[in-house]
């Protein structure tokens, strides 16, 4: 992951009933150039790592934490990955990627 996007300080909310999703002033997409995913905004683009990729994916507004966990542990056969899934999360969240 390439930490050159802004860095904004919104209030962190991960409670239980947060639902995570992109802010619109950023697009996630794949880059066949980067051979990643990339987080696009105006002054420019963040490669992702694919973990950060897979997690940004299914930050869509339609999960809770929990659900996106579940649906990241179901995906990769995969347990335990709730605290670094939340670290991840909290990390998007202070970058201002996450509303």
């Known amino acids: 992951m390439n930490?050159?996007?802004p860095i904004e300080h919104p209030a962190a909310?991960?409670?239980s009933t947060?639902?995570?999703q992109?802010?619109?002033l950023f697009r996630l997409q794949w880059e066949p150039a980067q051979d990643a995913h990339v987080l696009l905004y105006p002054e420019g683009?963040?490669?992702l790592n694919p973990s950060a990729a897979q997690i940004l994916l299914r930050c869509d507004g339609t999960?809770?934490?929990?659900s996106l966990v579940a649906d990241l542990e179901k995906a990769f056969n995969a347990t335990g990955l709730a605290p670094e899934v939340q670290t991840f999360v909290d990390h998007a969240k202070t970058r201002g990627w996450l509303e």
């Open 3 to 5: 930490d050159n996007a």
């Open 13 to 15: 909310d991960t409670s």
């Open 18 to 20: 947060w639902r995570p």
């Open 22 to 24: 992109l802010r619109k």
């Open 45 to 47: 683009m963040v490669k």
């Open 63 to 66: 999960r809770d934490m929990a």
